[in-house]
């Protein structure tokens, strides 16, 4: 890549947060707005977006869940009607106090997430058992008045859906907490290839005012974790705070069990972090809006452009293709889709026409292939095929070596900081243990894995009884 091109990007090795952050702007994924914190999708970032939830809205529909809309604000009094749920929020909500010169008589709150806004729909809507199961869906922004704040990870606005259902039982709600993270758990290893740990939160960890709290867990290239996507059993208190009953099959009346679940643009940071290198982007061909760019070689000459536009209307028809016929130089256009992690090149000049080939490099690998027309559109395919598969076993890789079970707190010390990465260590399940490792080494519960292992019969911190696996990490 040319020095001229990157010399504002940073090497990963030298400084990863810089790195990520001059990749997401030389990318031309966002650009900062004016309010600290809150950035602006540029299009490329946004068509990313657009595919992920493409994917995921049409996962989600296929479970049989139908799509609605919440208002904006959220009046305080019915957010203080579930009271663990407004503590575990307050530091994050920004309030509305005025509306034009006019002082309101009711604080609004600018939603930070909606289950009080579905829970007194649902009591106006729910009756009967027949009336259940409820099962929406919102594609929305929500605001966090965050403290730090990172493009994609971390922002006072962003964009998701969050999902909230109604069930008769604990045992439909529990399947639906379920289902919806396995949901998760396929759209990122399936479709962005980045590989992701199932489990549960602790309850220090877990959402506020939820039964218990479900999680993916991802290790991004620098060794901190980040959650990925949360689905959580809320149990029966928002119903019971809201009046959420219905008539059951006994006659009798009886409270919903409710879930929610998450899933957010911060997932685009995790992509940025799992795949990316020196050069930018890496975007997995299932998620990538171009899958292929053509650069034709030498356009000035005669029945180049005229050759390369026949390309892409043959290749469009099985992949998502695009070209440059820019008057800019080969040699910036191809750092250009470098910078931005398009999955495939396709390069063809005169040459390459006399001669019925292109030639085809990989953004993953950099590897040069050159292709016979005859079979192009198979190879296309093959090759990005390749390339997703490649990702994921990649990542996979790095989750693996950056993986370490250990039994003793000094072990888990030395090893968070020589190693970093997933810390695999037994918990007795006190809290006071939990805030201890993170006020000791900056490493938080990220979860209890659903494949439990007894490593060790002790606690990592006070040598008690070791009751569950965790796993610890730095994380976002």
């Not at 980040?226 to 809320?234: A, D, K, M, N, R």
Request: glycine share 6%.
């Amino acid at each position: 890549m040319s020095k001229d091109f990157v010399k504002d990007v940073t090497s990963m090795k030298d400084d990863f947060a810089q790195w990520y952050t001059d990749v997401v702007t030389k990318a031309e994924l966002i650009d900062y707005s004016s309010v600290r914190g809150s950035m602006i999708l540029r299009p490329y970032g946004y068509a990313i977006w657009e595919n992920i939830q493409k994917e995921l809205d049409s996962q989600i529909k296929q479970t049989g869940h139908e799509n609605v809309y919440m208002p904006l604000f959220i009046p305080e009094s019915l957010l203080q009607k579930e009271k663990d749920h407004i503590e575990g929020f307050a530091p994050e909500v920004a309030w509305v106090t005025h509306g034009g010169e006019e002082k309101l008589t009711e604080r609004l709150c600018v939603r930070p997430t909606s289950e009080v806004l579905f829970a007194e729909h649902f009591k106006n809507i729910i009756h009967s058992y027949r009336d259940l199961p409820k099962l929406y869906n919102q594609w929305s922004n929500v605001v966090r008045w965050e403290k730090t704040t990172r493009p994609f990870l971390r922002t006072l606005e962003f964009l998701w859906q969050e999902g909230h259902t109604c069930h008769e039982t604990d045992e439909e709600a529990h399947e639906e907490t379920v289902r919806m993270l396995n949901v998760y758990a396929k759209l990122c290893e399936e479709y962005l290839a980045i590989p992701v740990i199932k489990g549960q939160k602790t309850e220090k960890e877990k959402f506020a005012g939820a039964k218990y709290t479900y999680t993916i867990e991802s290790l991004m290239h620098d060794g901190k974790a980040l959650q990925s996507g949360t689905s959580h059993h809320l149990g029966d208190g928002f119903a019971k705070a809201f009046g959420i009953e219905f008539t059951n099959r006994e006659g009798k009346l009886q409270t919903v069990q409710q879930t929610s679940w998450g899933f957010t643009t911060r997932i685009i940071g995790a992509m940025i972090m799992v795949h990316g290198d020196d050069r930018g982007l890496v975007v997995p061909p299932k998620i990538a809006p171009t899958q292929l760019m053509i650069l034709p070689i030498a356009q000035h000459k005669e029945g180049v452009l005229d050759f390369a536009y026949d390309l892409k209307d043959k290749l469009s028809k099985t992949v998502r293709t695009g070209i440059d016929a820019s008057d800019k130089k080969p040699g910036w256009k191809f750092n250009e889709y470098e910078m931005k992690g398009i999955p495939l090149r396709l390069e063809v000049g005169p040459r390459d026409i006399e001669q019925k080939q292109v030639i085809l490099v990989r953004r993953d690998t950099g590897e040069k292939q050159t292709v016979s027309l005859h079979n192009l559109e198979t190879q296309v395919q093959e090759i990005l095929n390749d390339i997703q598969y490649s990702l994921f076993e990649k990542a996979k890789t790095h989750r693996e070596n950056k993986t370490t079970a250990v039994t003793t707190f000094d072990e888990f010390k030395n090893q968070l900081v020589q190693k970093g990465g997933f810390i695999k260590a037994m918990w007795c399940g006190d809290e006071a243990c939990e805030n201890y490792i993170k006020d000791e080494t900056g490493a938080t519960s990220r979860c209890l894995p659903f494949d439990q292992e007894k490593i060790s019969e002790k606690c990592v911190c006070c040598e008690q009884e070791g009751k569950h696996l965790v796993y610890w990490a730095k994380a976002y």
